[in-house]
């Protein structure tokens, strides 16, 4: 069983930035793909960005250009840098780690709420 633990969200103002983290338990974490996804209120969760195993990054296209999405398989940990952010971003993010040729279940986090607001 794989815990996802997500960190770094809180209040920012619109143009502001902040980098979300998310540490992930057990040993295959380098073998997987990593994504994040959001979910604002009212709603649906949507897909923001995905990192694979060998570092290709694929991101939605309202957040390309501004987020950054990477790797530390030495930390078990995957980062999603958030940059000029605007009160559409306003969300709560979710990890998730997909399955991997060692272990076949999905795993997502808790979520870290981020609100963009002046």
């Known amino acids: 069983q794989v815990q996802l633990v997500e960190s770094g969200g809180g209040l920012v103002q619109p143009g502001g930035s902040l980098r979300l983290s998310c540490v992930a338990s057990?040993?295959?974490?380098?073998?997987?793909?990593m994504g994040w996804y959001r979910q604002a209120p009212g709603k649906q969760r949507e897909w923001v960005a995905t990192?694979?195993?060998?570092?290709?990054?694929y991101y939605a296209d309202s957040v390309k250009s501004r987020f950054t999405i990477s790797r530390d398989n030495a930390k078990n940990t995957v980062y999603l840098q958030m940059n000029t952010l605007n009160p559409e971003d306003t969300a709560v993010y979710y990890c998730?780690?997909?399955?991997?040729?060692?272990?076949?279940?999905?795993?997502w986090g808790q979520g870290t709420q981020v609100t963009v607001s002046s």
């Open positions: 990192i694979t195993r060998d570092g290709s990054t």
């Open positions: 998730t780690q997909s399955p991997n040729i060692y272990d076949r279940s999905e795993y």
């Open positions: 057990g040993s295959f974490f380098s073998f997987s793909a």
